[in-house]
């Protein structure tokens, strides 16, 4: 490799592995009134939580893999439900921390964000974010899966690659405040499907047959997942 290439290599590493200024309070105060106005409605949250799906299945897939299970697939679906496909032994602790991923994954997500974020980090997040979109996509196994993917994924690659430090910031922060609040609902929507007698085989009820635990000792965790990530990135945000 040339010195040429080296050079700009090093540049490109030192971009992104850099640290960016702080947003102003204001771009992080609309940031957050955005989020809330995107996940409140429910007309908007019918839109936006595909992408908390996204982060949904994602957690699912990413710990299968971490775990040692063979991931085979993944669908997202049009009425923002999604399916995550894996092969290994259907008991044990990877089974149960593949099962126990998918509502934490979005707060926590959201969290490692805050904490990237708060250490000034912004370019870093950004190509974080776009890599794991590029590597979900080649899981996915449907159409409207794959094309939620693109766009998502092209928004992010868009806003990396010819946005200003400016938009780049904001984009960041709108995305780490819509994974932390956007986190909490969906927990607390399934628990209310399931006390109408729908959703039998959910996260928390699979978790329960691996487990013996009550499904509602798995929905504490996803709300106390969710809320305490949302505090705790919520803090890191402000404080930038």
Request: glycine share 12%; aromatic share 8%; net charge positive.
């Amino acid at each position: 490799m040339d010195s040429t290439a080296t050079a700009s290599l090093a540049s490109l590493w030192g971009e992104v592995s850099g640290t960016q200024p702080d947003p102003d309070l204001w771009v992080v105060i609309a940031t957050l009134a955005a989020a809330v106005a995107v996940v409140t409605p429910h007309a908007l949250w019918r839109v936006s939580r595909n992408a908390i799906t996204i982060a949904h299945e994602g957690g699912h897939g990413l710990v299968a893999l971490l775990t040692g299970r063979t991931l085979t697939g993944i669908r997202l679906h049009s009425d923002t439900s999604g399916l995550t496909v894996s092969r290994g032994k259907p008991h044990g602790i990877g089974m149960i921390l593949t099962a126990a991923a998918g509502y934490t994954a979005p707060p926590l997500l959201g969290l490692g964000g805050a904490a990237l974020l708060g250490a000034g980090r912004i370019t870093l997040l950004l190509w974080l974010a776009t890599a794991l979109l590029l590597a979900m996509l080649v899981m996915i196994r449907n159409a409207y899966g794959a094309l939620t993917m693109l766009v998502t994924g092209g928004l992010f690659v868009l806003v990396s690659w010819l946005a200003g430090p400016q938009v780049q910031a904001a984009f960041a922060y709108a995305v780490v405040w819509f994974l932390l609040i956007g986190g909490v609902r969906p927990a607390f929507e399934l628990q209310a499907k399931r006390a109408r007698g729908g959703a039998g085989d959910s996260d928390a009820d699979q978790l329960s047959r691996l487990t013996h635990v009550p499904a509602g000792l798995w929905f504490f965790l996803f709300h106390a997942v969710s809320l305490c990530s949302l505090i705790g990135g919520g803090r890191w945000l402000l404080e930038t």
